[in-house]
């Protein structure tokens, strides 16, 4: 996303660079700490949870209120949320009980948004809904590798890749699923656009299924592979682009970016 917005604004400021080895968190510990040189502001971290959000919103906040580059009161900010993947994926250690992770998942997104809103001035914010992770399973399956992969090392997603519960653990999850999109619908209709700030519903991935194996990593078989990245990236783009009601609930492979003019908006509505 800030490459797309660096066609255009070419002095625009925050994306990531480089690489280092990864930024894990599992449930509320984090064992590794962001490294600012190359995440600049980039504060998602593997593994998180929704509750831990807040944490990386303040990272977000110490980073801009410290760059020389932004002025922190004035600019406007893009700031893209998605989360639950981790959530859902971890979610049969204990007894399904979808109302209460939807409360948990609701209670921490809010809690999120509003330290936003009291925080980071003239920002628009993409909440993003999550697709059925479960479908990572069905299109693994495709390839004797990654059926190979998650055979072995189920870890990536133990409730989608255990070897005795899968089946049922993984009907749990897509409902789960659609849980936590209604609550994430609920929870940002509570913050209407106003002044200079926005949180917006973009719901490109809500009835989204993984076309091929091509979008799946060669290396792990469940994270993005590039191909999916772009077209992940095209549909946030253009979904930013569009108004609510015309909005795509699923990708595209076909969809190409919006290219704005003078007249073209980020939605609110």
Known sequence: MF????NYSPNVTGGSNGHHFVELCFDVVCPSEHQPAQDVLNGAQSGAWTQNLPDQVGYLVSQMANNSNIDFQNDWKVLTLLIGANNLCLSCFSEFNIFEAANVYETWLRNTIQEIQQNIPRVFVNVMEIFNIS?????????DYCATIHRVLPVECVCAFDPIDGAYYRSQMDLMSVAYNQRTVKVVSEFPPGGDFAVVIQPILRQNLIPSIEFLSTLD???????AHQMMAIGLWNSMLTPAKNK???????????????????YTY
């Open 3 to 6: 490459n797309f917005f660096k």
């Open 135 to 143: 479908d990572v399973y069905n299109v693994s399956m495709t390839s």
């Open 221 to 227: 078989c469940f994270h993005p592979s590039l191909e």
């Open 248 to 266: 795509k609930t699923k990708i595209d492979p076909n969809d190409t970016p919006i290219c704005p003019d003078d007249s073209t908006l980020l």
